[in-house]
Each structure stands twice: as C-alpha cells, then as structure tokens.
Nanobody
Framework: QVQLVESGGGLVQPGGSLRLSCAAS????????MYWYRQAPGKQRELVAS????????DYPDSVKGRFTISRDNAENTVYLQMNRLKPEDTAVYYC???????WGQGTQVTVSS
C-alpha cells in the first residue's frame, strides 16, 4: 500500500531554514509528480511546491517562490522541501502528496516564531 512519511519539521526562528523530507513507498515513485502542501490553523490547505517525475520541472506559488526549493531523489524514493528565509506566516502543517491516487502523508508541523 502507498505510504508517505514526512519528517524534518520543528520550531525555527524567523529567517531560519528547515529541510523537510517525504519518504514514499508502495508505488512506482519515479513516474509521478510529487507535491508539498501546507495548512495553517483556520485556513485551507494550499499547494506550496510541485516537481515533475524526473525532477526537471518545479513550480511554486508567489508566496514561497525564491525561498522554497523542492527536489527529489528517485533512487531513494524521497522528495524534499528546502525552506529558507522562513517567516511566521509559513507556520503550518506541511503535507506530502503523490502516487496513483494522490495519497497524503500524515504531515509535519513547522512553526516559525521567535
């Protein structure tokens, strides 16, 4: 069965960095576009990054463009989200999404606060 397991969240000061990981299993990872979403309290879940199956095409909303970088290692079935220059408004639960049915991981909490 499909499993997506996020890790790497935590508490960081404004301006700091975090790297999230999402380990995938149960499907042919290398042929699927993968996504990172986030959901802040009281807000809708929003897309923050996507990456094509081969890793050559990445896309971001304006809110994170230039600060976040998505990457993937198809040999390790893992997708990453490097987050730099973090802001308090980046505080949210971050989710990985992908696979044949668009499965979700359980999420990892990111808190940006001084």
């Amino acid at each position: 069965q499909v499993q997506l397991v996020e890790s790497g969240g935590g508490l960081v000061q404004p301006g700091g960095s975090l790297r999230l990981s999402c380990a995938a299993s149960g499907f042919r990872f290398s042929i699927y576009t993968m996504y990172w979403y986030r959901q802040a309290p009281g807000k809708q879940r929003e897309l923050v990054a996507s990456i094509s199956s081969g890793g050559g095409i990445a896309d971001y909303p304006d809110s994170v463009k230039g600060r976040f970088t998505i990457s993937r290692d198809n040999a390790e079935n893992t997708v990453y989200l490097q987050m730099n220059r973090l802001k308090p408004e980046d505080t949210a639960v971050y989710y990985c999404k992908g696979g044949p049915r668009g499965d979700w991981g359980q999420g990892t909490q990111v808190t940006v606060s001084s």
